[in-house]
């Protein structure tokens, strides 16, 4: 079994940023793509960016193409996301979640393992 923690989420502005931080216990990530999502009040999860078990490929939603960034420390089972320039649409809960099969995949039931989510709401 592997549990996820998300944090690093907040309330920030317009145009600012946040970096959210996925963390792992129970099982070494090394060997399994992650991927980052997010769910809107009213809307459904959706798929934002994914990163190789490497770390050396990764996939993102054209929307978030150049604002946000994902990466990976393996040696401390940890999975990242930075987000610039965000908008008051980026507002959502962001979940992690992994997969053993390290598809490096959009489709949310391609993922074994999701954390709890943490909150970003960004102010206009």
């Known amino acids: 079994q592997v549990q996820l923690v998300e944090s690093g989420g907040g309330l920030v502005q317009a145009g600012g940023s946040l970096r959210l931080s996925c963390a792992a216990s129970?099982?070494?990530?090394?060997?399994?793509?992650m991927g980052w999502f997010r769910q809107a009040p009213g809307k459904e999860r959706e798929f934002v960016v994914a990163?190789?078990?490497?770390?050396?490929?990764?996939y993102y939603t054209n929307s978030m193409k150049g604002r946000f960034t994902i990466s990976r420390n393996n040696a401390k089972n940890t999975v990242y996301l930075q987000m610039n320039s965000l908008k008051p649409e980026d507002t959502a809960v962001y979940y992690c979640?992994?997969?053993?099969?390290?598809?490096?995949?959009?489709?949310?039931?391609?993922?074994?393992?999701w954390g709890q989510g943490t909150q970003v709401t960004v102010s206009s």
């Open positions: 990163i190789s078990w490497g770390g050396i490929t990764t």
């Open positions: 129970g099982r070494a990530l090394s060997s399994y793509a």
């Open positions: 979640a992994a997969d053993p099969r390290s598809r490096l995949s959009s489709n949310k039931l391609d993922y074994d393992y």
